[in-house]
């Protein structure tokens, strides 16, 4: 009679992986299997490998699962919306559009973030160190966008207010900058104009090309070819810009 021969009990790493400035959690289960598998799935990304391997096999498997990260992120917007963000260390230059700041960081025993924008251009970070990834990384994310959003809302408000008496000449509310990953803009039936902050990552011209777009709306709440005719009106090289937001957007961020 055979005897069972009991399966050895998956085992589970958990790491983070800077991944070409994309940092991506990743989870490594060793299992009862024959081959290695790597996925991508919403939280983190999975490499599952044998039970047993040899130290430097287990290395080989990591080093070839850190190459397929790489190529995964580099061809895959979806990938770096979900993951995309720097890991940020003290001492680090966040650069946004034409402005640089440094970022002094101290991790304390807290329950949330703060932090706040020096006078000498200087980001102060004080982070919990209880958050695990990837909340700490939606928290930190959204931090940032705050502090860099006040430092940068005059002047996207003067640019507001400039290409509408250019061109639009219409009653706006009030100029908003949010870290907001489902659209590049909006408008509102008040007549606010609401603007990611992901989009301060872009040219110039492109940010133009956005707020033209909501403020055309203003006029027309739709996208009826008198729309368009406001817009291209406006700015007649517009679908370049809308080109350039399709292949770069994705990695606009913080």
Not at 69 to 98: C, P
Not at 166 to 175: A, C, D, K, L, M
Request: net charge positive.
């Amino acid at each position: 009679m055979r005897r069972k021969r009991n399966k050895a009990k998956p085992t589970l790493q958990q790491l983070t992986l800077d991944i070409g400035g994309t940092t991506v959690p990743v989870r490594i289960y060793k299992e009862y299997r024959h081959n290695v598998r790597a996925s991508i799935g919403k939280t983190a990304a999975f490499l599952r490998m044998p039970h047993g391997l040899h130290a430097r096999e287990e290395e080989r498997h990591l080093n070839w699962f850190k190459d397929w990260l790489h190529e995964q992120v580099a061809k895959s917007d979806r990938i770096n919306r979900h993951f995309g963000h720097r890991a940020y260390q003290d001492g680090d230059t966040l650069e946004v559009g034409k402005k640089q700041y440094r970022l002094a960081i101290t991790y304390e025993d807290r329950k949330t973030h703060s932090g706040k924008l020096l006078p000498d251009g200087t980001i102060a970070l004080k982070l919990s160190h209880h958050d695990q990834v990837p909340e700490f990384t939606k928290r930190l994310q959204h931090l940032l966008s705050r502090i860099v959003a006040q430092d940068f809302l005059p002047e996207i408000t003067r640019r507001v207010d400039d290409l509408n008496d250019r061109f639009f000449q219409q009653n706006i509310g009030e100029v908003r900058l949010k870290y907001n990953h489902s659209n590049w803009g909006s408008c509102s039936s008040k007549g606010n104009i609401n603007l990611s902050t992901r989009l301060l990552f872009a040219p110039d011209d492109v940010i133009d090309y956005v707020i033209i777009h909501e403020l055309a709306h203003r006029i027309e709440m739709n996208h009826s070819p008198r729309f368009w005719k406001l817009v291209s009106d406006a700015m007649p090289d517009y679908k370049e810009k809308e080109k350039w937001l399709k292949v770069h957007g994705g990695k606009l961020g913080f």
